[in-house]
């Protein structure tokens, strides 16, 4: 296996300093330790790389709960993290405004869009739509905005695809809002028509 006595072989230098290496180990008790500490011979290479782990982590006993606290961690909990703070960017602009509702927007607004239909437009938010009467006393109260000569000239006077479901309450409370109604400012609306100002302002 002498690469003198075997010049044909590509395979006869690495073989002949496998075996020298492994002659060194045998005999020489430095390369031996070496060997059983570096894995070489020649003691440690000229470059190292290691990872400073804490001990219980390579204990044999911990292998398990080391095991399912990796996958929890990497199936569970960063998948996790992801979802709750990234999910709503697939939704929402940056603005915060639903993509949904820009695409709404986007077909009603054009130059022959008139003002007054402003408020009917932004009723139709998909986020107002459960926006609905809780009680009889809301009902009546919502009743009292519609029959409101000023505001129930702004409501829709044809029943279109668009507003045949359309849930009239955050537009009767935003045409009861502008018309400064006195309805409006009833309690049980306050949450409703708080929630309504804040986001009307962000979608505007």
Not at 94 to 114: A, D, I, P, Q, T
Not at 117 to 136: C, S, T, V
Not at 171 to 177: A, E, I, K, P
């Amino acid at each position: 296996m002498h690469p003198d006595k075997n010049p044909d072989d590509p395979l006869a230098v690495q073989e002949f300093t496998k075996l020298t290496k492994a002659y060194k180990i045998l005999t020489d008790e430095t390369a031996y330790e070496n060997f059983k500490k570096y894995g070489n011979p020649d003691g440690p290479g000229s470059y190292n790389v290691a990872i400073a782990m804490p001990r219980f982590l390579l204990q044999k006993e911990n292998q398990v709960q080391v095991l399912v606290s990796a996958f929890f961690i990497l199936l569970v909990l960063i998948p996790g993290f992801v979802y709750v703070n990234f999910s709503d960017t697939t939704k929402k602009d940056e603005g915060g405004v639903l993509l949904e509702n820009k695409r709404l927007y986007g077909s009603k607004l054009n130059e022959n869009l008139l003002p007054k239909n402003m408020p009917q437009i932004m009723a139709m938010a998909i986020e107002y739509q459960a926006m609905g009467a809780k009680n009889k006393q809301e009902m009546d109260a919502l009743k009292k905005l519609k029959d409101n000569d000023e505001i129930k000239e702004l409501l829709p006077k044809t029943v279109s695809r668009n507003t045949k479901n359309m849930n009239l309450k955050p537009l009767l409370l935003m045409l009861g809002h502008l018309h400064r109604d006195e309805n409006v400012n009833l309690p049980i609306f306050r949450e409703s028509l708080s929630m309504l100002l804040k986001t009307c302002i962000a979608q505007c």
